[in-house]
């Protein structure tokens, strides 16, 4: 019998023969590959792997598995919930260069793409197609870390997420088996939904390798508005009216006051530090007419002012531009300090309940806060600032966080609309779901990946 006595050395012995210079152990690489942009503690990977092909992602699975190496799948290092610190070291997985559009179907309107491409890169490409990709988290991040987290963002209201978008999955398990699930038909009612068991696994059940998107037709005409509120109750409460009217909004999104006066320094908007509202519609020039007519009436019932449409491309990119902006200019809103980000999504009719519940906690509890969100699909974000060299001040937003999470879950919400669990909300998963519910998962995590070498640490508490 032979014994391992050490798998690592054999591992990346066996990985440089296929993978030469692309399996790096440069200090600087795998410390940028050490965490993403969460308060996580940095940990860095003993290696890290730079993959092209699936069939390279396979063989390194294989191997990992064989020998027990952890191994953490890295897209493009956005992630808010630690999902990529490699917190059993091992390897990181970078699959940034399996960036090709494999196809764009469009009469059927669908592609295939790898997991490297990021959302900017293949609208960029489907332009001049007539077509667009609508799932818009706002940052420069990977199709492959967006199935990965089950993200949305903007668009969500309309359009859906990741889990609406995604018709089918190419996923490399750990032990280097490659699957093929869903397909390009738009319905299908055979067997188990593997897809989307894989859509917001965040790496710990197989590493995915192609992504089926769903595409959309660019809209006839945009329209994009903002008004402007004297109390975050009174802009909360034009959202619920908003969608309890059935007015298909592209994109409603909130911005608190402490937000506003953080983005007017940042990103030099020309407006009051008051609740905002940011909208934006889609369809016929009449059709978005009539929407953003419609929406304006409730938003002058609640008392908002100063309702005001942008119709040129310029002005709309400049205006979201600012809204994607919203997480730098809240960390750049008082200096020296950085912050940390709920993730809370509740019932629309609780809206208002959880979002000013929020802003009380934090006032109670002495905290600097921004709040932005994807309210009309019930998803805001509370970011909670503090000293960033101050690990007791991190230790009190964690406790604002955790108490506006429990708000939250009181609500009928959820700890998390976008994010995924990763390292930071570990805890509320339990919580959420209970522990039969943690069972089940444990037990489909220990029959994909029984050695446990797919993004550990994550999702579950030890």
Not at 154 to 171: H, K, P
Not at 217 to 228: D, F, H, N, S
Not at 239 to 251: F, K, L, N, S, Y
Not at 321 to 329: G, L, N, S, V, Y
Request: proline share 5%; charged share 20%.
């Amino acid at each position: 019998m032979t014994i391992d006595t050490n798998p690592l050395d054999t591992v990346l012995a066996a990985a440089r023969a296929f993978l030469g210079e692309r399996l790096s152990t440069n200090a600087s690489i795998r410390e940028q590959h050490s965490k993403g942009e969460d308060s996580n503690p940095p940990v860095l990977p003993d290696a890290v792997a730079f993959v092209e092909t699936t069939e390279e992602v396979s063989r390194l699975l294989a191997l990992c598995h064989a020998h027990g190496v952890p191994v953490t799948p890295f897209g493009a290092g956005t992630s808010l919930e630690g999902h990529v610190v490699p917190v059993r070291r091992g390897l990181s997985l970078d699959l940034s260069r399996m960036n090709a559009i494999l196809e764009v179907n469009a009469e059927d309107m669908d592609c295939l793409v790898e997991p490297g491409v990021t959302r900017h890169q293949l609208n960029d490409f489907l332009r001049d197609q007539g077509l667009f990709f609508p799932v818009d988290p706002g940052s420069h991040c990977t199709l492959g870390g967006m199935v990965a987290t089950r993200a949305s963002g903007t668009n969500a209201v309309r359009y859906g997420t990741m889990r609406e978008a995604t018709l089918g999955l190419e996923v490399v398990l750990a032990d280097g088996r490659i699957l093929q699930t869903g397909g390009r038909t738009r319905k299908s009612a055979n067997g188990y939904d593997l897809t989307r068991l894989f859509i917001g696994s965040e790496g710990t059940l197989g590493v995915v390798t192609k992504i089926r998107l769903r595409l959309h037709g660019i809209p006839e005409a945009t329209t994009a508005a903002v008004c402007q509120f004297d109390s975050l109750s009174a802009a909360v409460e034009t959202v619920i009216m908003t969608m309890q009217a059935g007015i298909p909004v592209a994109r409603i999104e909130l911005a608190d006051a402490d937000q506003m006066r953080a983005s007017i320094a940042y990103s030099k908007l020309p407006y009051a530090a008051l609740p905002t509202l940011f909208l934006e519609f889609h369809g016929s020039p009449a059709g978005v007419r009539e929407q953003a007519e419609a929406v304006e009436a409730i938003a002058t019932e609640m008392g908002g002012q100063g309702f005001a449409w942008a119709e040129d491309a310029e002005s709309r990119n400049r205006l979201w531009k600012a809204r994607h902006d919203a997480w730098w200019a809240a960390n750049a809103l008082y200096p020296g300090c950085r912050g940390i980000t709920t993730d809370v999504c509740v019932p629309i009719s609780r809206l208002a309940e959880a979002i000013v519940g929020a802003k009380e906690a934090a006032v109670a509890m002495g905290q600097n806060t921004c709040i932005v969100g994807h309210v009309g699909d019930g998803n805001f974000h509370c970011v909670i600032l503090f000293p960033a060299d101050d690990p007791e001040g991190l230790q009190k937003a964690w406790a604002l966080d955790r108490r506006i999470v429990a708000q939250g879950l009181a609500l009928g919400g959820t700890c998390s609309g976008e994010h995924g669990i990763g390292l930071g909300k570990r805890e509320f998963l339990v919580q959420e779901h209970g522990a039969e519910v943690l069972d089940v998962m444990r037990g489909l995590k220990a029959s994909l990946d029984p050695k446990g070498i797919l993004n550990p640490g994550k999702l579950f508490l030890d």
